[in-house]
T-cell receptor
Framework: KQEVTQIPAALSVPEGENLVLNCSFTDSAIYNLQWFRQDPGKGLTSLLLIQSSQREQTSGRLNASLDKSSGRSTLYIAASQPGDSATYLCAVKGGEGVGGTSYGKLTFGQGTILTVHP | DVKVTQSSRYLVKRTGEKVFLECVQDMDHENMFWYRQDPGLGLRLIYFSYDVKMKEKGDIPEGYSVSREKKERFSLILESASTNQTSMYLC??????????FGQGTRLTVV
């Protein structure tokens, strides 16, 4: 069974810092890995998607990397701002074994709660 | 823009009621998912559908059932609502190997 772990569980930083969020998964047979942001009481907003054949993706101040063989991904946020405060979740698609219907399943980590203070 | 729409933002139901949560997507996605989210427990998969009329149990299916009669609509059914089903419910959709999109969530309170 695929398991996803995110470290740290919470992070509080002053505005302007560069920071790294970590995600690890147990089964490397994945289709892709996706990073999401969630504001309190709201749904999930997709930030970045990395296909299993890719090493990284960038969007603005965000950069996500993927090392599939070691089961790790990092989300790098440059020059953090108070508006970045949210919960960040990573999710992997697949990992239940080759073929079969479970291969489209999306498994989440517990999330990292980020607070950026002015 | 991809849209995943959940029928209600907030819902209050009584214990024992049958509750329907509806989710509609407009991108012809094969996969649809229902999760619940509780503090300290993260997102837990209730049911997953990989095509019309096809479904698979997730990690916590007990007390729930689902229906997918049309590709764009995935319904979650609480057969007899209980207070321990008070939670945030999130619906998502995706193609088999691509990006997943989420609805805005339904906060269900069972009293």
């Amino acid at each position: 069974k695929q398991e996803v772990t995110q470290i740290p569980a919470a992070l509080s930083v002053p505005e302007g810092e560069n920071l790294v969020l970590n995600c690890s998964f147990t089964d490397s047979a994945i289709y892709n890995l996706q990073w999401f942001r969630q504001d309190p009481g709201k749904g999930l907003t997709s930030l970045l998607l990395i296909q299993s054949s890719q090493r990284e993706q960038t969007s603005g101040r965000l950069n996500a990397s993927l090392d599939k063989s070691s089961g790790r991904s990092t989300l790098y946020i440059a020059a953090s701002q108070p508006g970045d405060s949210a919960t960040y979740l990573c999710a992997v698609k697949g990992g239940e074994g080759v073929g079969g219907t479970s291969y489209g399943k999306l498994t989440f980590g517990q999330g990292t709660i980020l607070t950026v203070h002015p | 823009d991809v849209k995943v729409t959940q029928s209600s933002r907030y819902l209050v139901k009584r214990t024992g009621e049958k509750v329907f949560l509806e989710c509609v997507q407009d991108m012809d996605h094969e996969n649809m998912f229902w999760y619940r989210q509780d503090p300290g427990l993260g997102l837990r998969l209730i049911y997953f559908s990989y095509d019309v009329k096809m479904k698979e149990k997730g990690d916590i299916p007990e007390g729930y059932s689902v229906s997918r009669e049309k590709k764009e609509r995935f319904s979650l059914i609480l057969e007899s609502a209980s207070t321990n089903q008070t939670s945030m419910y999130l619906c998502a959709s995706s193609r088999q190997r691509t990006e997943a999109f989420f609805g805005q969530g339904t906060r269900l309170t069972v009293v």
